[in-house]
DNA sequence: ACCTCTGGCTGGATAT
DNA sequence: ATATCCAGCCAG
């Protein structure tokens, strides 16, 4: 590679081009690699392409010549070529380049397969040449220094700040997870540029109101197209004419346009100016529909900016961040935001995180004034904006920093799950260190068998234990639970794919407990390598920053994003290795991680029965302790660093906690006036909302209580709390939205078979409505008297409601945390039903 | 096309 | 009537 020349001729230095990469791109099958870069100082964006005959040529703004000096790209296109030409010509039976390339899908999109008695990769000392596929440097999203021939470095974080950290925060580590912390704290350390972006949002009105619009038959209008921006562009292109009269809004400016074609292409200008285009289903919709209709309008195809491939939109510069892909990620949903949302629609994200939603329609989109149609279209592209620029651009960071972990294009962050991300990030760290990656046939072949038996019926092997509870109400228990337990297990234990059952005698007596699976001993395995490097990255570096209350809130919350990537990629990195669809699925990999788990937890409560400390509860890496020594406590921390090496931490006391004889059920109150609730009925989000309303009463009345003598007084309160509840339940003085369950349907109504659960029912009376449903709608419904016993919220009469069931109802989600605390629940509505005797 | 895992509780539908 | 399965939601 050239090297970057840094000084003019006259010996001044010379600025160098930062690029910010968006995105990199290989095809194996056509043999073609593109990046997309951005220009941090003009905010230009650039793109790069190469094909299979060695000839780059670029269709954006950079000069033929310029790419043709681009070593790295020709190299990378003669390589993957001459690859797949040997392919096609080798078919002996021996381990060859041959299957190398097989092994790898990205090579020749895995169309022909050769078989191989053994997968050997971890030995393998075969050089696999597409890690040089962009001289193995290119992270999507770190910002890269180039110079005029197009060569890039990266700019990592500085070497002598990394050096810092280490030293600091990391004391006793080998010399080789030292040089892959300071990898990886250089790459999450590094800058990241503030990057403009438009979110854009389209409305189509059609002849009829009941046709869905298809993107792939455009056959409707496009009504209007609103756009908001990050560096203040605010506006709705609009299809029609002002209205006389009418004032203008002020939160946004409207262009009005009399030809949709026109309107298209000042779409198009707009946005193929901005690196970053947000949609919500813009991969499926939005984008698909305005380029099919711009081209059925007749616009020519150099002017539409949009690219439709096999997984979604891009943007020809520029990329295109899904946002509804990305809030339908179940870890993001939970590891991210904590769950707050539940419905993967704007309107449920939005409410959720920014308190606000669509502008509500009492009629159809045809019907509304030019006005209205732009207050409603410009609503939904605020809402995207405003998502991703919520507390200090949250999101967009998020995305870039999972993508620089997961050596993942941003736009693929979007489309791909978590195990996508996974299988980047393990294949990258497979050709920088020149390993075959194995082909998951292969591997299955020789690692596929199980040895555990689970507890529950049609699960692939056993995971953790949870403790019996002792019912009832305890007061000063002590919480103490394994710090990333699963990932520290991969850590202490060495278990990967490769060292799990590995091919060496000498290592099959190295046993995991309750297996027959073995650890090898003789090489540190990659996934035991890069999860624990993650995991200590993160309780040492990120989480102890984003408490650090000496620094800034933005400083704070920087750190705080990061360390929520990463526990993102921690929570998944043991799970990937049992599911089947993952290309490095290795089920005693997953297996090996549950039972050391479980070795770990069961000795941890045997050592604290062995100090006298009474085991109230626990689940998978958390003790409920109950002592009157706390220095005991201390002393099963120690004992569990010494033997283990693992983090056993306090977690919390609770000034009393309440257990009934389930499982993952319990309330506590914590000495900082916590209420914890898990699993219990009330808390569960598809109940009616006026139990929940009744269920917080009686969590605020417990949440007094301090000590045993309060707890006598507040039983009384808990007692009138219920029955006013349910008077008026029993009075029907609730609104009927009160009474409403509400639940998912997980799929289309006509797709379950096997049973017809309430919700599914109150949904087909939907349809018969000719309401549409679709998979992931939540379904309201109220329990009624008549035939089917539900009725959609929408249809239902307060009058039909059947109150017998929701006593029942109350009594089921009530009798959770009565029966622990001796309270009688039909006492309670026995004195009530008395009382309005009288 | 996409989808990390197992354990545990609930209500209700369905089978016996 | 009772057992079993299905589906949804939650804990970790």
């Not at 380049?97 to 090579?107: G, N, R, V, Y």
């Not at 030293?167 to 999450?188: G, N, P, Y």
């Not at 540190?524 to 624990?532: E, F, P, T």
């Not at 990537?565 to 699925?585: D, I, R």
Request: charged share 30%; proline share 4%; hydrophobic share 40%.
């Amino acid at each position: 590679m050239p090297q970057l020349s840094l000084f003019d001729a006259v010996g001044n230095p010379k600025p160098k081009k930062r690029l910010f990469l968006l995105g990199c791109a290989y095809d194996g099958q056509k043999g073609k690699a593109y990046l997309k870069l951005l220009d941090t100082k003009t905010g230009e964006v650039i793109l790069w392409y190469d094909n299979t005959d060695h000839k780059p040529y670029c269709f954006t703004n950079i000069p033929l010549e310029r790419l043709e000096n681009n070593e790295a790209l020709k190299q990378a296109g003669a390589v993957a070529f001459e690859h797949v030409e040997k392919y096609d010509a080798i078919s002996d039976g021996k381990i060859t380049m041959t299957k190398i390339i097989a092994s790898d899908p990205l090579a020749v999109g895995g169309s022909k397969k050769s078989i191989r008695e053994q997968i050997d990769c971890w030995e393998a000392d075969i050089p696999y040449h597409l890690n040089y596929l962009f001289d193995n440097q290119l992270i999507p999203s770190l910002i890269y220094a180039a110079d005029e021939n197009g060569t890039l470095t990266p700019e990592l974080a500085d070497d002598n700040v990394v050096d810092e950290i280490l030293k600091r925060f990391f004391k006793t580590v080998s010399e080789q997870e030292a040089e892959e912390l300071r990898k990886w704290l250089k790459i999450l350390e590094a800058e990241q540029p503030r990057i403009e972006f438009i979110a854009l949002d389209i409305e189509i009105i059609g002849e009829s109101a009941t046709r869905v619009p298809s993107p792939s038959h455009p056959e409707d209008r496009v009504a209007a197209i609103s756009l908001a921006s990050s560096d203040g562009l605010n506006l709705v292109l609009l299809l029609g004419k002002a209205q006389q009269g009418v004032e203008n809004p002020t939160e946004f400016k409207i262009e009005y346009f009399d030809n949709e074609q026109a309107m298209l292409r000042r779409c198009f200008e707009i946005i193929e100016k901005y690196p970053i285009i947000v949609t919500f289903n813009g991969d499926d919709f939005d984008l698909p529909y305005l380029k099919n209709r711009g081209e059925k309008l007749g616009i020519e195809r150099e002017k539409i900016p949009i690219m439709l491939g096999r997984e979604g939109a891009t943007l020809r510069t520029g990329i295109h961040l899904d946002l509804y892909r990305f809030f339908m990620n179940k870890s993001i949903q939970i590891y991210a935001f904590d769950n707050r949302y539940r419905e993967h629609t704007l309107e449920g994200v939005a409410t959720a995180l920014l308190g606000v939603g669509k502008v509500p329609l009492t009629k159809t989109l045809a019907e509304l004034t030019p006005l209205e149609l732009a207050e409603y279209s410009y609503r939904d592209a605020k809402l995207l904006h405003d998502l991703i620029t919520m507390n200090d651009r949250l999101v967009l960071r998020l995305i870039a920093v999972i993508a620089r972990i997961g050596r993942t294009p941003m736009e693929d962050v979007c489309r791909h799950g978590v195990s996508g991300w996974i299988k980047n990030l393990l294949y990258w760290e497979h050709r920088r260190m020149n390993w075959i990656i194995p082909r998951k046939e292969d591997l299955l072949q020789v690692k596929g068998q199980v040895s555990t038996k689970a507890v529950i019926d049609g699960k692939k092997y056993r995971g953790a234990i949870v403790v019996e509870p002792i019912p009832g109400i305890h007061f000063g228990v002590i919480v103490l639970d394994f710090a990333s337990l699963y990932p520290s297990v991969l850590k202490e234990a060495n278990l990967s794919y490769e060292t799990v059952r590995c091919p060496h005698e000498e290592c099959k007596d190295n046993l995991i407990p309750e297996t027959d699976h073995w650890v090898c001993r003789k090489k540190r395995g990659i996934q035991s390598l890069i999860i624990g490097s993650l995991r200590d990255i993160r309780v040492s570096w990120y989480k102890v920053k984003a408490g650090d209350k000496s620094l800034d809130a933005e400083q704070r919350s920087w750190y705080g994003v990061v360390q929520r990537a990463l526990k993102v990629f921690l929570n998944a990195s043991y799970g990937v290795f049992g599911f089947e669809e993952f290309p490095l699925y290795c089920p005693p990999v997953a297996e090996g991680v549950a039972a050391v788990g479980r070795y770990v937890f069961k000795q941890a409560i045997e050592k604290a029965k062995a100090l006298g400390i009474q085991v109230i509860y626990g689940d998978t890496d958390s003790i409920f302790l109950k002592t009157d020594k706390p220095e005991l406590i201390e002393e099963v921390v120690k004992w569990a660093k010494s033997t283990f090496n693992l983090d056993l931490e306090f977690d919390k006391t609770y000034v009393y906690v309440v257990f009934s004889r389930r499982k993952k059920n319990y309330l506590g109150v914590t000495d900082k006036g916590v209420v914890d609730v898990k699993g219990l009925t009330g808390k569960k989000r598809n109940i009616p909302v006026f139990i929940k309303e009744a269920f917080d009463d009686v969590l605020r009345q417990l949440s007094e209580v301090k000590s045993e003598e309060d707890l006598e007084r507040v039983k009384a309160n808990i007692r009138n709390s219920i029955s006013t509840w349910y008077r008026r339940l029993k009075n029907r003085e609730l609104d009927i939205e009160q009474l409403a369950f509400r639940v998912m349907l997980s799929k289309t109504p006509e797709r379950y078979e096997k049973t017809t659960p309430p919700h599914v029912k109150a949904a087909r009376k939907l349809q018969q409505n000719n309401i549409k449903v679709v998979a992931g709608d939540i379904i309201s419904y109220v329990k009624t008297k008549d035939k089917d016993g539900v009725a959609p919220v929408q249809f239902a009469r307060l009058e039909n409601i059947d109150v017998d069931k929701y006593i029942e109802y109350m009594r089921s989600t009530f009798e959770q945390i009565l029966d622990p605390l001796e309270i009688e629940f039909d006492s309670i509505i026995g004195v009530s039903s008395l009382e309005s005797f009288l």
